[in-house]
Every structure is written in structure tokens, then in C-alpha cells.
């Protein structure tokens, strides 16, 4: 099973800082790698899929990068509805999500 | 518009089991294959299993291949997930997920939950 292994675990930022979420998988996935952004309550959302493609109706904002094992969620300028947990996942071989960043207002 | 709309909330005794069901509609529901992903209190996401609707061909992940049934029925445009042999660490949030697009199996839309509790 492909490990998939997010850093940090938590993350405190201010309204309007640039923010970094890193990925990493425990062998090559290309880009077969998505992300998602889940708030208290909510379903996940789909925010990246192929590293790097945004999700329909996704702000500009968020941009992913990355290959093979390592990856990045960046986020520009954080808004407040942005305060929420971030969930990378593979899906080259069946799907394996990392344990989550939570973005956390500081 | 794209929907999935999940069951109802469901309380079971250990070792039975229970069956959750996915409507969905905006869409053709051949054209798109459905995952089911579970979470835990307080807890991560985890893939539970993908079909592809076309062809009925359904993947589960290990941790639950000997308990976990996908199908679908293309006359109502549903999806069904049994979980059989039900334990406490079986109490979750259960989602729906439709591909994002016909080629790529990613979790694009998702139903709104259904939350399972075991309990004897």
C-alpha cells in the first residue's frame, strides 16, 4: 500500500499570509495526486487533482505542484473560509489519503 | 445539477450489517464511476472501494475486500455499499463520491454523509 505522509500536522497562520502544505508518498505516483479541503461538518471538497489541475469553481488562489513523491498545496493570501483540514490522496494505485494538515487561524 | 444523496443514519449491533445507498442525478450514471469513503470520529479520511458503472467492475481496498460489497442499479441511478460483520471501529461517517471526470477516478462531487454507529 502507498503511504501517504503530510507535514506539518498543524499549521497556524494569519488572514492574508501565503501558506504551504507539503505531501509526500512513499513511492512514485506521477501526478496521480488530489486534494481536498474539509471543514467541521462538511463532505470534502475537491480543491487539485492531477497535482495540479484546480477543480471546477476552485479561486485561483490554490495552485498545486509537484511529482513522483513529493508535492505541495499552496495557498496565496488565505482567506478566512480557508481555515480548515487539507487531505492529499493518491489514486494510481486504489486510493490512499494522508492523515491531514488542519489550517488553523493564529 | 450533479447530486448524490445518501441515505439515512443507521444504528447497528455488532456483527450485523448494514446497507447504504447513493442516488444520484444531473448526470449519466454510466459515464461515471462512484467511490465510497469513510470517516471516523475525530479521525482521517479512508478509502473503503470504487465501481466503475459501465462495467460493473467494482475495487476495494484490502483492509475490507472480505467485507465490503459495492453495486450499483442503472434503473435508479443508485449505489449501494453492504458492510458485513459490523464492529464498534466501524462507526463513521460513510460518503458517496463521484469521479470528477469519466477518466479520472478522483472524488469530484460528493454526497452529504451518513453517519453509521455500532453499538451493542
Known amino acids: 500500500e502507498i503511504v501517504m505522509t503530510q507535514s506539518p500536522a498543524t499549521l497556524s497562520v494569519s488572514p492574508g499570509e501565503r501558506v504551504t502544505l507539503s505531501c509526500r508518498a512513499s513511492?512514485?505516483?506521477?501526478?496521480?495526486l488530489a486534494w481536498y479541503q474539509q471543514k467541521p461538518g462538511q463532505a470534502p471538497r475537491l480543491l487539485i487533482y492531477?497535482?495540479?489541475t484546480r477543480a471546477t469553481g476552485i479561486p485561483a488562489r490554490f495552485s498545486g505542484s509537484g511529482s513522483e513523491t513529493d508535492f505541495t498545496l499552496t495557498i496565496n493570501s488565505l482567506q478566512s473560509e480557508d481555515f480548515a483540514i487539507y487531505y492529499c490522496?493518491?489514486?494510481?494505485?486504489?486510493?490512499?489519503f494522508g492523515q491531514g494538515t488542519k489550517v488553523e487561524i493564529k | 445539477q450533479v447530486q448524490l444523496v445518501q441515505s439515512g443514519a443507521e444504528v447497528k449491533k455488532p456483527g450485523a450489517s448494514v446497507r447504504l445507498s447513493c442516488k444520484t442525478s444531473?448526470?449519466?450514471?454510466?459515464?461515471?464511476?462512484v467511490s465510497w469513503v469513510r470517516q471516523a470520529p475525530g479521525q482521517g479520511l479512508e478509502w473503503m472501494g470504487w465501481?466503475?458503472?459501465?462495467?460493473?467492475?467494482?475495487i476495494s481496498a484490502q483492509k475490507f475486500q472480505d467485507r465490503v460489497t459495492i453495486s450499483t442499479d442503472t434503473s435508479t441511478a443508485t449505489v449501494y455499499m453492504d458492510l458485513r460483520r459490523l464492529t464498534s471501529d466501524d462507526t463513521a461517517v460513510y460518503y458517496c463520491?463521484?469521479?470528477?471526470?469519466?477518466?479520472?477516478?478522483?472524488?469530484?462531487?460528493w454526497g452529504q454523509g451518513t453517519l453509521v454507529t455500532v453499538s451493542s
Open positions: 444531473g448526470y449519466t450514471f454510466t459515464n461515471f464511476g
Open positions: 492531477g497535482a495540479s
Open positions: 463520491a463521484r469521479d470528477v471526470r469519466w477518466d479520472v477516478a478522483v472524488a469530484g462531487v
Open positions: 465501481i466503475s458503472v459501465d462495467n460493473g467492475g467494482p
Open positions: 490522496q493518491q489514486y494510481v494505485d486504489r486510493w490512499t
Open positions: 513511492q512514485s505516483i506521477s501526478s496521480n
